[in-house]
């Protein structure tokens, strides 16, 4: 079935780039999403890719995409404290769906 | 402009008894779509509506329902509840039936005993 997976913790010094990986399993999948979840809180939806895009940049925020090694990244430049949260990647499935990884836990060192 | 608001934030039922849960999307948004979040797993999908329409079930049992009102507003219910439905439920709404760009509200934090 539908599955998505990604590593369970990333710490990483603040200032420095954090790259948070994800793989899925749908090929059909239209949008790739990342969404962050603080502590007690919704989810936030942060950027997303259509599936015929090998990248997308917005600001601090690198997402790439290998469609052939069904493979998405996330890339935060310049990483600060803020940026401590729950990272999920998600990708849009059939029947109005989305399926959600189990999230990365992202800790700034200072 | 409000985002998406869920009732009650936080709620605490016994083992066999109701609950509902109610959702307010975004203005303009028509689509609603339930997910469920137990503690440290991504969410996963329950129910997505369209006007006022059933458009998408996830793998949950006939326990769980939900219906859509003509404000596009949505409540879900689970009946006959059990220790493992306690979990963060999240409501997302969209412009499309397509429901393929979210946003989710803050969530209704249900704790089963």
């Known amino acids: 079935g539908e599955d998505v997976e990604q590593s369970l913790f990333l710490s990483v010094r603040e200032g420095d780039s954090s790259v948070i990986n994800c793989t899925y399993t749908?090929?059909?999948?239209?949008?790739l999403y990342w969404y962050k979840q603080e502590p007690g809180a919704g989810l936030q939806l942060l950027t997303y890719?259509?599936?015929?895009?090998d990248m997308k940049q917005d600001q601090r925020l690198t997402v790439l995409l290998n469609k052939k090694d069904k493979h998405l990244s996330l890339r935060i430049a310049d990483t600060q404290t803020g940026d401590s949260a729950i990272y999920f990647c998600a990708v849009y499935s059939s029947a109005s769906k989305i399926i959600f990884g189990s999230g990365t836990r992202l800790s700034i060192r200072p | 402009d409000a985002g998406v608001t869920q009732s009650p934030t936080h709620l605490i039922k016994t083992r066999g008894q109701h609950v509902t849960l109610r959702c307010s999307p975004i203005?303009?948004?028509?689509?609603v779509s339930w997910y469920q979040q137990v503690l440290g797993q991504g969410p996963q999908f329950i129910f997505q509506?369209?006007?006022?329409?059933?458009?998408g079930r996830g793998n949950f049992p006939d326990r769980f329902s939900a219906r859509q009102f003509p404000n596009y507003s949505s409540e879900l219910n689970v009946n006959a509840l059990l220790l493992g439905d306690s979990a963060l439920y999240l409501c997302?709404?969209?412009?499309?039936?397509?429901?393929?760009?979210?946003?989710f509200g803050a969530g209704s934090r249900l704790t089963v005993l």
């Open positions: 749908d090929s059909s999948s239209t949008y």
């Open positions: 997302a709404s969209s412009l499309a039936g397509g429901a393929n760009v979210l946003t």
């Open positions: 890719i259509f599936s015929n895009m």
């Open positions: 509506y369209y006007e006022k329409e059933e458009r």
């Open positions: 203005s303009g948004h028509k689509s």
